[in-house]
Structure formats: structure tokens, C-alpha cells
């Protein structure tokens, strides 16, 4: 066997709809992460400034507020915000995977940035197509989004939430040989009930079969929601709504033969589940099952993928919400 290599996944309550509060509760959680031996954490989907849960629990009339508070408070790749996270990232040494509501001056993605133990950017991607309701708030992504990346813990890369139950799009990330996989998902503390939207469904469902046919590591990370932070989103009366479930925290780490091999917390308990990881153990699991290898029968079935940027100009410069990240300094 190989290198070990110690990851995390986290499960925490965000600051509901607060950019500053929940980047310094981010800061918090990768200094005790990094202080516990954990090289690579994973945040989860729209970690900043946490899900919009207002788009399934208040009547869209009623929506506006939250929207013009949601575009306040989301993160610019470019903005102080996520420059302390990056340095945060740089002087504690660890790498980390930050799910966010991207603003790009007037269009919100949701995106997932990979950040090296240097702060240098690793990988930067959005989500290719919100789910149901989330594309009243949110942009697309396009078909460079879908991509694995090389890092120094291995081949790296995301996606967020019903990303997972895309046949063709996890397709292409397991035929880009993917090893370590980041799953991030919002909290399960509302719509619990409901199976197709429950964490049985999701968490040890989609999360779990994509380590299994991918045949990698993966980091399913959730939020959670208290008592406190469900009357954020309380209804025009002030009541709370009956989706609410409370807690919804379930964190978990699988192997690349689908096992978990992290020790869960309770859903109503903030924190983040570790494993340590060899990826020499990826190579066991592909021995019985590649479908981007050797169990691939191309004669029969193949994937069209366009992974080509789509820019609205066709021109010199920048155009649109094209990404710019700006230069990280080295440690003095």
C-alpha cells in the first residue's frame, strides 16, 4: 500500500445568509481540521452563506427580500472574502474544497472551489444545472466544469448535490480517472421526509454508488440546520414551516469499494468525520469493475462530452461572468 493521506468531510450549520459570518466560522473549522492532522477538507454545496432554503418554504411573492439579501452576501472569486480563506488555507497547510453561491455581478452559480495547501487554486467549477427550484436563483455551469484534476493528494474533483444522479455526467468525471471525489450536499434538515430527497436517498445512495462505480474516495459533506436557524426562513406570520425536519448533518467518507470508512456524528452535531486514505486501495476495486476501463464496452456505448467554455462574446478579453482569480503571495 501506498501514502496515507488524512481528508475530512464537514458537517456544520452555516451562518444563514451572512458572507463575513460564516467565511470566519470556515477559517474556525480548517484551524482545527489542520490542527488535527487533516490535509484536505470538504465544504458542502452553497456552504456560503448556506442553501437558499427560502426557495422551497416561502411563496415566491415573498421571496424577494431574501433574494437581494442571498446576492448581498454570496462570495466573489475576486473579493476580500475569499482571499482570507485562501491565505487561511496557506498558513494553516491545508487543502480544501469550498462549496459557495458564486456572484458574478449579476448571475449567482453554484460553485465549488478546490484551494491548495499554498492557496493556489486547483480547480474551479459550477454546478451544470441547478436542481427544480434552484434555477430561479441560480446560472449554469457548461461543459468545462466537468473536469478532475491533478493535485498533489491525487486526481481531484466536485460536484454538488443532484450532480450525482446525472448518469452521463458522472460518466465523464470516472472516465477522467478520478480518485478522490468531493459530494456536496445542503442540509437535510428540511424535506427529510420526503424519500427521493432524504439523506437514505442521497448521502448512502448517490454518494455511495459513485464510489462504488467510480471507484474512489468520497467526501459527502452536509449542512444542518438548528432550531435558531430555521426561523430564518420562517413564513410572513413568523411561523416555521412544516418541511422542517431539524438537524440533517450526515457527514460520511467512503472507500473506493463503497464502505464507509468514517465515524459518523449525530445529524444534530456540527463538526466534520475524517478517514485516513491510501489510494493504492483504488486499484483493488477497479481489479473487479472499471466502467471507464477495462468493464467499458466502447463498441457499443459511448459518451459524447463537449467540455468546451461557452462565452457569450467570441472576442479578445474577458466577457460575461468569466472567472479571474487573483495571485496568492507565498508564506514569509
Avoid at 99 to 112: H, P, V
Avoid at 190 to 207: I, K, Q, T
Avoid at 220 to 225: E, F, K, L, V, Y
Avoid at 303 to 309: G, H
Amino acid at each position: 500500500m501506498g501514502q496515507q493521506i488524512r481528508v475530512a468531510a464537514v458537517q456544520a450549520e452555516p451562518v444563514w445568509l451572512d458572507l463575513d459570518g460564516t467565511v470566519d466560522k470556515t477559517i474556525a473549522i480548517l484551524e482545527k481540521a489542520a490542527a488535527d492532522g487533516v490535509e484536505l477538507i470538504a465544504f458542502p454545496e452553497t456552504w456560503i452563506p448556506g442553501y437558499p432554503q427560502f426557495l422551497w418554504t416561502v411563496p415566491v411573492p415573498e421571496q424577494m427580500p431574501y433574494v437581494g439579501r442571498y446576492h448581498e452576501n454570496s462570495l466573489s472569486v475576486d473579493s476580500p472574502q475569499m482571499m482570507r480563506i485562501r491565505e487561511a488555507a496557506r498558513d494553516n497547510k491545508i487543502a480544501i474544497v469550498m462549496g459557495y453561491s458564486e456572484r458574478a455581478f449579476g448571475t449567482l452559480y453554484m460553485a465549488q472551489t478546490a484551494i491548495g495547501s499554498a492557496g493556489q487554486i486547483l480547480l474551479h467549477r459550477r454546478k451544470l444545472k441547478p436542481t427544480h427550484v434552484e434555477r430561479t436563483l441560480f446560472g449554469e455551469g457548461d461543459g468545462s466544469d466537468i473536469k478532475v484534476v491533478d493535485t498533489e493528494f491525487g486526481r481531484l474533483g466536485a460536484l454538488n448535490c443532484w450532480e450525482h444522479l446525472q448518469p452521463l455526467t458522472k460518466y465523464a468525471m470516472y472516465a477522467q480517472n478520478e480518485q478522490i471525489h468531493v459530494s456536496g450536499w445542503p442540509n437535510f434538515g428540511c424535506l427529510d421526509m420526503v424519500p427521493a430527497l432524504s439523506h437514505e436517498a442521497n448521502v448512502f445512495g448517490a454518494s455511495k454508488v459513485y464510489a462504488l462505480e467510480g471507484s474512489c474516495f468520497v467526501l459527502a459533506s452536509t449542512q444542518m440546520m438548528s432550531d435558531e436557524g430555521a426561523k430564518v426562513f420562517a413564513l410572513a406570520d413568523g411561523s416555521i414551516s412544516p418541511i422542517y425536519n431539524g438537524g440533517g448533518g450526515y457527514a460520511t467518507i467512503f472507500g473506493p469499494d463503497s464502505s464507509v470508512i468514517s465515524t459518523p456524528l449525530a445529524p444534530d452535531v456540527e463538526g466534520y468525520v475524517t478517514a485516513d486514505i491510501d489510494l493504492a486501495a483504488i486499484a483493488y476495486a477497479k481489479n473487479a469493475a472499471d466502467p471507464g476501463g477495462h468493464y467499458s464496452r466502447p463498441d457499443v456505448t459511448q459518451l459524447i462530452f463537449n467540455n468546451a467554455s461557452q462565452r457569450v462574446v467570441i472576442g479578445d478579453g474577458q466577457f460575461g461572468t468569466e472567472v479571474s482569480f487573483p495571485e496568492i503571495s507565498a508564506v514569509d
